[in-house]
């Protein structure tokens, strides 16, 4: 029995051999042409058929061999053809024939073999990107240890341009990260202290530490690797399609040329039939195309298992989406703050905040994240304790600060307000109390990823026609995202086998994909024709589960992958299909002794390299597919939508200013529209200004012309009309020594229809424009 090094040694040496035969076969039977050529130049005939004659046999061995290994596969091979067409031109005396289809076949053979290998250049670069070793410091000492031997709570060294060996959590320094093998984004990433890095990015900073929250087989690159490695054309199902063009297009040329002898009783007629039917890698051409499309997927961080799913995602028609993670964020995001009277919402986000930030829960995380993101000061806090199920309570300063639930008394006016919108909003609350009494509110809830409406759009446009969100949320704020995105059914409070029950029943009807991300997903992505996992920040079970994984955060690049998947398929057929028309047409020119064997050998060589060629399409970027935008306006982009955050405050105080006006229309009212004013004036009408002058004229050549921006624009102006009238009752006000009755409603529609127009403004660019920004 062998040891298995020596038959791993000998499994590479098979290897090697196997792909050397292709260039030495061409290159064989390019010289006995050639040789052959020169010699009947010189006007040696006998010799140059005894050169073209040794080519044509020089090819007949291994064409035998491709012929026995398809019937093994169980596979009539169309190389059959080919052997067939050999022999009969060395029966026939057509030895020039014979070296061209000798020639045909061997370039075939290499073109498609160097076709599959630019094709799967993306997926090989992905396993061998593999980290296979890391840095452990111990104590004072830093060594290197194989990948294997890392376990959780070592510390790792991440030098210069290393790969990040595993999952883990930064603890020295800064990682400054190019994750574009993970994400396909280009640009890099920062994590500081703490934070969270994920294996097979690279350091494009300075040394690191970090200590490993995962082993090298549970962290998120193996993952990857393992889905790649299952990656291949071979059970497409398109594939299999172009099998079974062969099992009747062999015995149809096999026909035509009997006939043709039978007719003719000319052999050479027969032999020139077989000639032009010899089509080697024609039906090659369909994995080219699908393993291209895999490569095209796999550039943009969506890894797919194998061709059969991507072949699936092509013909699919029917969408199941999970919710949470997958059409909202996963990352529940402050949406307002009220705060009580005698208190302003910078001081109550503030105090929450302080309390927050020693809790692990993800509202208090959210929270803290937006005092941050506000540049607000945290408070010291001492003796923090938190209540599962009812909030943290703190001592700042001589108070006692409590955040989360309240304790059931009644509510006071400004407080119902609150808990009225919550319900409308489908947001969650969380209350601050300061020595037992309340004094704010602040309103939290899992936004909508401002690529999603495009992501369905491009989905519909790819062959979706039944779009079904099923969530195990509230039936409330999964009715609002299914109105906003306009779903086509919706069922809330689904449990994992409820959501099995329903991708089984959708299955029935069409071909279903079911898109998903947490642990609780992972058996509905396994019963689905094709599971697609959130593999960026989605759970370890529903990655294996899945068909196809996005690794980047980004939902739109399934539609990529759905678009992908659509040319690719249709790319495959077309090839098979061009390239047999072609062939059955050249086939019954020969029957009738229009085309000799060598000019119908020249003509299948020049069919074959073009439908090949025409497979490698799928390799290319479809331009129609999404919008590009050049480099400066994709900043352009990312810089308004940094502001947008900004400026989610002046939102917020616009709503105020209008709740305050309708309860209290005094001095104190007053005094809150003028800081609207102020903000509308420096921060807010600005930036609008900065929209309309330099990032509208740098979309319009991207979205066809400066049609595509005028609803925005129109926007601006009706932002600054009412921005006037709000200033203008300021004056009528100064003159007349504060705000007069009359005064009233036309200032609260002001401000509520401001706070509106903002709203679905800032909305629509996010949605529309932002979400361009790669």
């Known amino acids: 029995m062998k040891r298995p090094d020596a038959e791993r040694g000998t499994a590479r040496a098979l290897e090697v051999a196997r792909r050397s035969l292709e260039p030495a076969l061409l290159a064989l039977t390019a010289a006995a042409l050639t040789a052959g050529g020169v010699a009947w130049l010189t006007g040696a005939e006998t010799l140059a ?57 061997a370039t075939g053979r290499w073109l498609d073999a160097a076709a599959e290998r630019r094709a799967s250049h993306d997926l090989r670069h992905l396993l061998e990107h593999a980290p296979r070793s ?32 595993v999952d883990g959590r930064v603890e020295g320094g800064t990682a400054v990260l190019d994750e574009s093998v993970l994400t396909g984004e280009s640009l890099q990433v920062e994590r500081g202290l703490g934070e969270t890095v994920r294996s097979g990015g690279v350091n494009a900073g300075s040394a690191f530490e970090l200590v490993a929250a995962a082993t090298e087989a549970d962290s998120t690159y193996a993952e990857i690797v393992r889905l790649a490695r299952q990656a291949g054309a071979e059970s497409a199902p398109v594939i299999r399609l172009a099998d079974r063009y062969a099992a009747w297009f062999l015995p149809l040329s096999l026909a035509v040329a009997g006939i043709a002898w039978l007719v003719s009783g000319s052999a050479v007629r027969a032999v020139a039939v077989l000639v032009v039917a010899t089509p080697c890698p024609l039906l090659l051409a369909a994995p080219v195309a699908i393993v291209s499309g895999l490569s095209r997927a796999a550039r943009l961080g969506v890894v797919v298992r194998d061709g059969a799913a991507l072949e699936n995602l092509g013909r699919a028609r029917t969408l199941v989406l999970d919710k949470t993670g997958t059409l909202t964020t996963g990352r529940p995001r402050v949406l307002d703050v009220t705060a009580a009277p005698g208190h ?27 005092a941050h993101a506000r540049g607000l000061p945290l408070h010291p806090v001492r003796d923090v304790a938190e209540e599962p199920g009812r909030g ?65 759009r491009r989905l519909r446009q790819a062959g979706i026609r039944r779009l079904l969100m099923l969530t195990g949320d509230r039936t409330e704020p999964a009715l609002e995202i299914a109105a906003v995105l306009g779903l086509d059914d919706m069922r809330a409070r689904q449990t994992p086998a409820d959501k099995v029950a329903a991708v089984r029943a959708e299955r029935e009807k069409a071909v279903t994909v079911m898109v998903g991300d947490g642990v609780n997903d992972a058996p509905a992505l396994a019963a689905a024709d094709v599971g697609v996992a ?61 085309l000799p064997p060598a000019v119908g050998a020249l003509l299948q060589e020049a069919i074959d390299v073009a439908v090949i060629l025409n497979a490698l399409r799928a390799l290319r970027v479809d331009r129609t597919a999404r919008v590009a935008v050049a480099p400066a306006t994709e900043q352009l982009l990312q810089r308004f939508a940094a502001e947008h955050d900004d400026l989610r405050e002046v939102v917020e105080a616009v709503r105020a200013a209008a709740d305050q006006l309708s309860s209290t229309p005094g001095p104190e009212a007053l005094e809150s529209v003028r800081h609207v004013d102020r903000l509308l004036n420096e921060q807010l009408l600005p930036h609008e200004r900065a929209e309309e002058q330099q990032l509208y004229p740098a979309l319009a050549s991207a979205l066809g012309g400066s049609e595509a921006t005028a609803t925005m624009s129109r926007a601006h102006t009706e932002i600054h009309r009412l921005a006037r009238r709000i200033g203008a009752h300021l004056q009528l006000a100064d003159a007349e020594g504060g705000l007069q009755p009359d005064q009233l409603d036309d200032l609260r529609a002001c401000l509520y229809g401001l706070h509106s127009v903002l709203r679905l403004h800032f909305t629509q660019e996010e949605e529309n424009y932002f979400s361009l920004a790669q």
């Open 49 to 105: 058929r005894s050169f073209w004659a040794a080519g044509t046999a020089v090819a007949i061995l291994p064409a035998v061999g491709w012929v026995i290994g398809a019937l093994r596969r169980g596979r009539a091979g169309v190389d059959l053809i080919a052997v067939l067409a050999l022999a009969g031109t060395l029966a026939t005396g057509e030895y020039l024939a014979g070296a061209l289809i000798a020639l045909m076949l």
């Open 344 to 370: 302003t919402p910078d001081e109550v986000l503030a105090l929450a905040a302080s309390v927050d930030q020693y809790s692990p829960h993800v509202l208090a995380q959210a929270i803290t994240d937006e």
């Open 134 to 165: 890391a840095r452990r410091r111990v104590g004072d000492r830093v060594r290197t240890v194989p990948l294997a031997e890392v376990e959780v709570g070592d510390l790792l060294v991440v030098g210069p341009g290393d790969v990040v060996p």
């Open 392 to 456: 943290a309570t703190g001592r700042i300063g001589d108070s006692t600060v409590h955040v989360g639930r309240h304790d059931g008394a009644p509510l006071a006016a400004w407080a119902r307000t609150a808990d009225n919108r919550a319900t409308l909003d489908g947001a969650a609350v969380a209350w601050l109390s300061v020595d037992g009494r309340l004094s704010g509110a602040l309103l939290l809830r899992d936004p909508l990823r401002t690529e999603a409406p495009r992501t369905l």
């Open 534 to 594: 959130m593999g960026a920040r989605g759970a370890g079970a529903s990655s294996e589960a899945a068909d196809i994984v996005l690794t980047t955060d980004r939902v739109d690049r399934l539609a990529d992958a759905a678009g992908i998947a659509v040319r690719a398929r249709r790319i495959a057929a077309q090839s098979a299909v061009a390239g047999m028309a072609m062939s059955l047409a050249a086939m019954i020119a020969a029957a009738f002794g229009l």
